[in-house]
């Protein structure tokens, strides 16, 4: 079997259908320190203080587009598709004397908002079929909870880590993993410290190897974050952290037998958000490693990820 065809057996595994929804017992991780009724998890660490902090970092002005384009080459897992038709509108108007008639698209589009650059929500993945704060599948099923349409725009401090500079490569392999002892020392070297309601984000420099060479591979496999390196950095109290990479973690899993591990603990654990495909190569060539970060999910109501596009301000 392919890497691919693992991974997709992999994600089908990790999800069920709803016939096949069980109600199990509340483990003990299932409960959040922001109380029984919380659903925004780490959101809760972003702060006045720390958007006003956060401007204080622009010095230049300059903006970096950090989400790519979605559309039907965009490379996705196995079952996310994009279809997006142009419409001719109602909006078809003459002027009473028949001198100029206004006329318009509308759209309609077909697509997994998992596709390009995203926030994965809380309740994209949880464990025995519960999610973040112990709510059951039984529940968002039949409701809206745990969606991106609550929960607030992510205005904060951004760090990048440059993992290339700290391996001293163009970019990391495939499986390659870093986890708390590499990016602590990526950090220092970078002059990066890691604050509480940060947004930390890596550059691998697997999306300008692979995205556009070889889509497949770009999913199938990659370099990135290992469960030591996740649970180090939200134990420091983040809001989320991504990387240039389709699924933050490191894949091959580094455990053959565990899959997703760390959407696991930042998903369903901790409520840590997960930013996917986030394009670093523009912070990484100018060397920017802190910044103004701006993310403000669409409010669609019932998704359990978000095509986005966040900026960095420089």
Request: contains cysteine; negative net charge.
């Amino acid at each position: 079997m392919g890497p691919m065809k693992r991974l997709a057996a992999a994600v089908a595994m990790s999800f069920c259908s709803e016939g096949a929804i069980a109600q199990v017992a509340e483990p003990d991780w299932a409960k959040s320190p922001y109380g029984e009724e919380d659903r925004l998890g780490a959101a809760n660490n972003l702060s006045p203080e720390g958007v006003v902090a956060a401007a204080g970092l622009v010095k230049t002005g300059k903006v970096y587009q950090l989400g790519v384009k979605t559309g039907p080459e965009t490379p996705a897992y196995p079952g996310r598709e994009y279809i997006v038709e142009r419409i001719p509108s109602a909006a078809d108007i003459t002027s009473s004397d028949g001198s100029e008639r206004v006329t318009a698209f509308d759209e309609k589009v077909t697509l997994s908002m998992g596709i390009g650059t995203q926030i994965d929500g809380l309740a994209h993945l949880g464990i025995d079929n519960r999610a973040y704060n112990g709510v059951p599948y039984t529940d968002l099923a039949h409701s809206h909870e745990l969606d991106l349409a609550g929960v607030p725009p992510f205005v904060t401090r951004g760090v990048m880590i440059d993992m290339t500079k700290h391996f001293g490569v163009d970019a990391l392999e495939a499986g390659q993993a870093f986890n708390e002892a590499e990016i602590r020392a990526a950090a220092d070297a970078q002059g990066v410290t890691i604050n509480k309601g940060d947004v930390v984000l890596f550059h691998t420099g697997w999306m300008g190897a692979k995205m556009e060479s070889d889509p497949g591979g770009f999913v199938a496999t990659q370099p990135g974050i290992g469960l030591g390196g996740a649970e180090y950095l939200i134990s420091l109290g983040v809001v989320a952290i991504g990387a240039d990479t389709a699924a933050l973690e490191v894949i091959p899993f580094e455990d053959p037998a565990r899959a997703f591990v760390v959407h696991q603990a930042m998903l369903a654990k901790t409520g840590t958000y997960i930013l996917e495909t986030i394009d670093t190569r523009g912070l990484a060539a100018d060397g920017l490693n802190e910044f103004m970060f701006v993310a403000a999910p669409p409010r669609f109501e019932g998704t359990v990820q978000i095509v986005v596009n966040p900026v960095a301000i420089g």
